[in-house]
């Protein structure tokens, strides 16, 4: 059977194909990519390509994009996808918005007691739901290696997040998984967190303590360091990594690991 969408991806495909030379400067810039397979590299080009073409990006003054530095982006916000089909992850929005650095926004906070604060924070991304993705480039530009630190990975947790309702720290999982495995991983470790810093605010924790805000920061935190901090992941909670290994069909820990067997000055200084 003809399909409409088949054909709209293969002209999309044909009509903006990625240079090798550019496609390896966005390789060399993004360690995290380090390890996966040619099919997987493969998979990502494309998937780089109709991204860029569905989305669009907004920049505001200060912030100039050439197609590297697209593709950098788009890159970064494809990998969490690699192993999840053809299913559109990313719908409900369409625009990403690009702030030279962090920005000012009004948040709202509903207390346990129902009241509404409105205040200014200093964000460097934000996902709101049915809207669009905002990003500092500043952030983006400060990930995209093994530190442990994200911002495209993490906003657009949230908007997978946001894919069955509000943010919740619970996307929706795929068939085999069980909604009660996940909720006592993620929880344990989140009350566990949230433990250490009720007891000592300043404490060393094993992960950003940004994570202890609120379940939906967890997950998207967490899904920073499952594919930028594997090892710390790992090692923290392990069961949340077995819970976003099943999710996101990866395992970063093993690419990581492989290429520190082979080079084992990898990731050296780089966290
Ligand atoms: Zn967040």
Known sequence: MWSFRAWRRRRTLARYPIAAPLWQAVRDRLPLLDGITDAEDRWLREACVLFLAAKHLTTLPGVELDD????LLAAQAQLPLLHLGDLDWYQGFHEIILYPDDFKSPQRHRDASGVEHVYD???SGEAWQQGPVILAWDGVLGGGGWEAYNLVIHELAHKLD???GDANGLPP???GMQVGEWSSAM?????GLNRQLDANPDAET???PYAAENPAEFFAVTSEYFFSGPDLLQQAYPQVYQQLALFYRQDPLARLSQLQAEHPEYRQGQQ
Do not use: K, S, T
Request: net charge negative; no cysteine; hydrophobic share 35%.
């Open 206 to 208: 094993a992960i950003d």
């Open 68 to 71: 590297e530095q697209r593709l």
């Open 162 to 164: 946001m894919l069955n």
């Open 121 to 123: 924070g200093e964000h």
């Open 187 to 191: 929880q344990q470790a989140y009350d």
């Open 173 to 175: 999982l795929h068939h």
